[in-house]
């Protein structure tokens, strides 16, 4: 892991465009700033979004607007509300998110969630 330091900065997400991410239904919007090592983004979920696969990637997951179901590959489901946040390291679990209304997140993810052994 290459670990550099990131100076003060500001991000104003209104200058960020936005990049398109079909899922099995709906659409998912993301702007995304990448650092190294790091990556932030204001992810949009579209209503009656549905993703088109299991991630494994590890994120920390705050829900700024809105309601998502976090679905587990095992079959159990987490409901995130506004104010909310989930937390998960690389390869500890299969999720897919569900947003029957649509919602918006700020999802953060870097190789600080990379599983350790």
């Known amino acids: 892991m290459i670990n550099k330091?990131?100076?003060?900065?500001?991000i104003d997400w209104n200058k960020i465009p936005?990049?398109?991410h079909k899922?099995?239904?709906?659409?998912?919007?993301?702007?995304t700033t990448q650092f190294n090592g790091l990556r932030i983004r204001i992810v949009e979920y579209s209503k009656d979004y549905?993703?088109?696969h299991w991630c494994e990637k590890g994120h920390i997951v705050q829900c700024l607007?809105?309601?998502?179901?976090?679905?587990l590959k095992?079959?159990?489901r987490v409901?995130?509300?506004?104010?909310?946040?989930?937390?998960?390291s690389d390869e500890l679990s299969s999720h897919r998110?569900?947003?029957k209304d649509g919602v918006k997140l700020l999802i953060i993810d870097g190789d600080f969630l990379k599983k350790k052994e």
């Open 5 to 10: 330091n990131i100076p003060f900065q500001s």
């Open 18 to 20: 936005k990049t398109e």
């Open 23 to 31: 899922g099995e239904t709906g659409i998912a919007y993301w702007q």
């Open 50 to 52: 549905f993703a088109d």
């Open 65 to 71: 607007e809105g309601t998502f179901i976090s679905e």
């Open 74 to 76: 095992n079959g159990e």
């Open 79 to 88: 409901i995130l509300t506004k104010g909310m946040t989930y937390v998960v």
């Open 97 to 99: 998110s569900i947003a």
